[in-house]
């Protein structure tokens, strides 16, 4: 029982990440259709960004702040120099471009840093509270409940109750229709890259310091438990997304505890050919789907 | 709905292959290409130094998976990405079988039939995905299935792998020779039997799929069936790539299928040219002559962290230009006049 | 010739190689009605969408108020004071009635004005006042053609570009339609092209009309002439 309690703790801590990651890869699809294959190598140039910073200045948090920042730059980048030239008469063309940044990244990122792996302590102890004889949560995770928590009630906010929020959403439903009224549609793409970038990279400084280390891959099989939480509320919904990263949270930090961790990533990969051929639209696919 | 046909048949990136003329005019060149290759590879291992006819070797090894994901995505319109992970799939099942009854032929075969059954497993899946799903899926794939490595470390032995026990080549032939020559032997029959295959019913219904999935079902396509089928064709190229790569490994290892190896093999098909089997040969050379060349140029700058590194750069850059530039590949811009018929 | 609000000189537009309009030819005054019709596929709706930036001109001369609207972008029509209500209505159906209308007044940097805009669109379409928070696809066709042209005139444009307001509407629903068209005209000064099948309903309200076949101006005339000459309702309206 108390194993139970503690691994679903650590499961919504991992999962709180993973719904973040997701709901930076919903951003872009609602955006954009495209799959942001690239959003891990994103995350991670800004990771060691915040290294180099933190290294430099001693400081976390100037750390922290630097790869937000980074990821808004790199969003930018990203949609403006290439993604806005992709031919998108197919799907695949989107894709197979994300996976070349993944490799320049990748391999910059290599260049410049190395291909071992370095460590990255976290900001607040990751020593678990004890309630009752029974390890619960540590510091580090209430961060991170914090932290996505912020994340998710600031876009809800942006989305629902701002003028931004309102053309973003309208330009991405009805481009031409949003052009007529006054919209400036490419400016909205290229905001949404920015801020899903940005998330991306808050949920990479998330979850590096609970994993083996910095690397130019360390977020490799974080992008397919992200993807997964995705798909599994249905890669359209906000909320599905963050529903999503708990579900997938809770799993891994299930199997982890009660099978193996070196299981846990197949148990993902299960999951997912099981919703993507179970329930393709996501387990909140609702009959509000998109009509036009 | 004539109008929309039309529309679609002008904006297609390859011409269809349903003009008989020139497909009756390359039929015979098939054969006569395939046996010209072979007579130039044989000629080559004879005049190149072990290591340059261990570079070819490795170029028919690329060739037979780069062969079978342009059949996949070129003309099937299926993206993969998880082809890396199903080498590494024929790779370890010819290092156990190698290893247990030390029969190099049945060895192949095995790592054939093993690819091409997990292959069918994951074309079951994929036949009903489409486009960012089903790449996501066979990323996922790419990404998972080495860590099974280390589930099972007992059979696998986990990151550090295991040692592929060989036979000394026939006769007094040299390693490298003899690698040449098997790899180049697999890679032929690959492209040959491929191009049988394309030139036949199932490389139009293929075809027919990737232009308008509709259209085919209305035509009396089974649409699921010819998908799976052109990603079990695809797996099972693959899983003889992994052995032939084993083989001159003479080791396997979890860490020698990464995701970028996956990558790098959607790159050579792009670069070379969705849909044409030439194209794939393209890509395979592309993939031994990129990383060596900047191996050596990280050699002379001096720096090992551009080792391996520089590549990937290469690589991505090279893959987004070409991507934006002409989303057919490069063989779509430079080689399509002289070779658009084998497509 | 410079009181005119919109004018329109030799202008082409196609999509691809071929052009679907050649060397179009007209004037709105301000105030004014001008009907533009023409058979299915005669280029009306590429007319309109061209005017509004939509499609590329190849050729000709675009001049709203004095100002050349070449190289204008489609984002800055709204700007300048023409609305367009595209074919087939834009209503974007996952966001709310609300939502919608506030879109057509988002570009207003003067917040005030905008809420006022909105306000009296509203007025005018009680039904859309009832359904505010309804997303765009729980409403009824003639709901949407509301929002529609609730959402253009919330920008409160000079030049409205209509484009088959009619389509699926009940004959009375239409009538209405026209007539607060006629209204909006007496009362702001509002000119209108109007693109529509129901050449009927169309010229009772216009005050000119064009007839558009295979991408050509055909007849230009007063729409009082073209509903009274049987020859010419026969030879291009067909009725
Ligand atoms: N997006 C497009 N791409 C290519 N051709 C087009 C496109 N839209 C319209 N066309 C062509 O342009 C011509 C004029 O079309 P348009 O939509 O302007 O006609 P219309 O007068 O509005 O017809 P309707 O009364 O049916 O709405 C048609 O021949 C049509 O096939
Ligand atoms: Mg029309």
């Known amino acids: 029982m108390n194993e139970f309690i503690y691994l679903t703790f650590d499961g919504l801590s991992r999962g709180a990440v993973y719904a973040a990651f997701a709901l930076a890869l919903v951003l872009i699809w609602r955006a954009a259709r495209i799959v942001n294959f690239a959003q891990g190598a994103m995350a991670v140039a800004a990771v060691y960004v915040a290294y180099s910073v933190t290294n430099a200045t001693g400081s976390y948090w100037l750390g922290f702040v630097a790869a937000i920042v980074t990821g808004l730059v790199l969003g930018v980048t990203v949609e403006r120099v290439v993604m806005r030239f992709v031919d998108h008469s197919s799907p695949l063309n989107g894709v197979v471009v994300a996976l070349g940044l993944v490799l320049v990244i990748q391999g910059v990122l290599g260049i410049f840093y190395g291909n071992e792996f370095l460590p ?59 052009r007529l009224l006054g919209v400036s549609v490419g400016g909205m793409l290229t905001l949404g890259w920015a801020l899903a970038a940005a998330v991306g990279s808050l949920a990479g400084m998330l979850v590096v310091p609970t994993e083996l280390g910095l690397h130019p891959t360390a977020m490799d099989v974080v992008f397919i438990s992200a993807f997964t939480a995705a798909v599994v509320g249905g890669l359209d919904s906000p909320i599905g997304a963050v529903v999503g990263g708990l579900i ?33 639209g996501g387990l909140f696919s609702s009959s509000k789907a998109r009509v036009a | 709905m004539t109008d929309i046909k039309q529309k679609q048949k002008s904006g297609a990136p390859v011409p269809d292959l349903a003009a008989p003329v020139s497909a009756r005019r390359r039929r015979i060149p098939a054969i006569l290409v395939i046996v010209a290759g072979a007579a130039l590879v044989l000629a080559l291992t004879y005049m190149l130094p072990p290591f340059r006819n261990y570079q070819l070797a490795t170029v028919g090894a690329y060739l037979c998976v780069t062969a079978g994901l342009t059949v996949l995505t070129g003309l099937n319109g299926q993206l993969s990405l998880g082809h890396g992970a199903l080498m590494a799939t024929g790779a370890y099942t010819l290092a156990l079988a190698q290893n247990k009854w030390l029969n190099l032929p049945f060895s192949f075969l095995l790592a054939i039939v093993v690819t091409t059954a997990v292959g069918a497993v994951i074309g079951l899946a994929a036949a009903r995905l489409r486009g960012p799903y089903l790449a996501g899926l066979t990323l996922a794939v790419a990404i998972v299935v080495p860590s099974v490595t280390s589930t099972f ?40 039997a491929l191009v049988l295959l394309v030139r036949g019913r199932f490389g139009r219904d293929m075809r027919a799929v990737r232009d308008d999935e509709t259209a085919a079902k209305l035509a009396g396509i089974n649409v699921a069936r010819t998908q799976v089928l052109a990603f079990v064709v695809s797996a099972a ?36 040219g969705l849909g044409s089997l030439f194209g794939a040969l393209w890509g395979a050379l592309l993939l031994v002559i990129l990383p060596t060349l900047s191996q050596s140029l990280a050699e002379e700058a001096g720096s090992h962290r551009l080792e391996g590194n520089l590549a990937l750069v290469v690589f991505g850059v090279v893959l987004v230009v070409v991507m934006l530039a002409a989303p057919g590949g490069l063989a779509s811009i430079r080689f399509t006049r002289l070779f658009r018929r084998n497509r | 010739m410079s009181s005119a609000l919109l004018e329109v000189e030799g202008l082409t537009a196609g999509y691809g190689a071929a052009p679907v309009l050649h060397d179009v030819n007209l004037t709105v005054q301000p105030g004014e009605i001008v009907a533009v019709l023409g058979a299915n596929g005669a280029g009306k709706t590429t007319l309109l969408r061209t005017l509004s930036g939509l499609v590329r001109s190849t050729g000709g001369k675009v001049v709203f108020d004095g100002v050349d609207l070449r190289g204008t972008r489609v984002e800055q ?18 966001l709310t009635v609300d939502e919608n209308l506030r879109l057509g007044g988002l570009w207003r940097k003067d917040r005030a004005e905008a809420k ?27 709901e949407r053609q509301m929002l529609a042209l609730g959402r253009a005139l919330v920008g409160r444009p000079r030049l409205l570009l209509l484009d088959e307001p009619s389509l699926g509407l009940a004959p009375k629903v239409t009538g209405q339609i026209m007539a607060l068209l006629r209204d909006l005209r007496e009362r702001t000064g509002l000119a209108v092209l109007l693109v529509e099948q129901n050449v009927r309903s169309a010229l009772s309200i216009a005050d000119e009309g064009v007839v558009l076949a295979l991408g050509r101006v055909v007849v230009r005339n007063k729409a009082a002439t073209l509903r009274d000459d049987a020859d010419l309702r026969h030879a291009y309206l067909g009725f």
């Open chain 2, 237 to 272: 190229c693959a899983g003889l790539a992994g052995a032939l790569f084993a083989f001159l490994a003479q080791s396997v290892s979890p860490g020698a299928f990464p995701l970028t190896l996956s990558l790098f093999l959607v790159m050579a098909i792009v670069i070379g």
């Open chain 3, 77 to 94: 029509m709204v700007r300048r004071g023409i609305g367009h209500v595209p074919e087939g209505r834009g209503v974007v159906t996952e």
């Open chain 3, 116 to 142: 006022k805009a909105l306000d009296e669109v509203y007025e005018l379409f009680p039904p859309l006042a009832q359904r505010r928070t309804f997303a765009g696809h729980q409403l009824s066709g003639g």
């Open chain 1, 120 to 178: 990255v302590a976290a900001p607040f102890s990751r020593d678990a509270f004890e309630l009752g004889g029974v390890a619960v949560l540590s510091r580090y995770d209430l961060f991170v409940f914090v932290a996505v928590g912020a994340v998710v009630a600031a876009l809800t906010l942006l989305f629902t109750r701002t003028p931004v929020g309102l053309r973003m959403r309208a330009a991405a439903f009805a481009p031409d229709v949003s």
């Open chain 2, 153 to 192: 470390d007992e059979t696998f032995n986990s990151d550090q792998g295991l040692s592929v026990v060989l036979d000394p080549p026939p006769g007094t032939i040299p390693m490298e020779r003899w690698q040449a020559w098997l790899c180049w032997a697999g890679a032929l029959v690959t492209v040959l």
């Open chain 1, 248 to 280: 997938v949270g809770l799993l891994l930090s299930y199997v982890s505890g009660y099978v193996e961790p070196t299981v846990a990533p197949m148990a993902v990969l299960l999951l997912l050919v099981v919703v993507l051929l179970g329930k393709p």
